[in-house]
């Protein structure tokens, strides 16, 4: 199996609590589990004492966006219709 990878490093500010984030962000195309495990050997041995603690493909993280998206846009129209249909009430 052949792939073709991109690697980019990341730093952003950490929100929970600890003063920095570090990421790898590896774009491939192929299958997400035997690039993973290939990376988690790659980093245990370059980097004994830092770990892989999160690995997620772009396909679900792009889902779980627009899933969130979508909910709130049923949730807006949801309350939209109900706003309209106790004006429409409240004229009669």
Request: glycine content about 8%.
């Amino acid at each position: 199996m052949s792939t073709n990878c991109r690697i980019q490093r990341s730093i952003w500010r950490s929100t929970n609590g600890s003063p920095w984030g570090r990421g790898l962000e590896i774009r491939c195309l192929g299958p997400l589990p035997p690039i993973e495990s290939a990376v988690r050997q790659i980093v245990k041995a370059a980097a004994p004492g830092y770990e892989v603690s999160h690995a997620s493909s772009m396909e679900l993280l792009r889902d779980n966006q627009i899933s969130q998206e979508r909910l709130l846009a049923f949730l807006s129209l949801l309350f939209g219709a109900l706003g309209t249909t106790l004006a429409l009430v409240g004229t009669r």
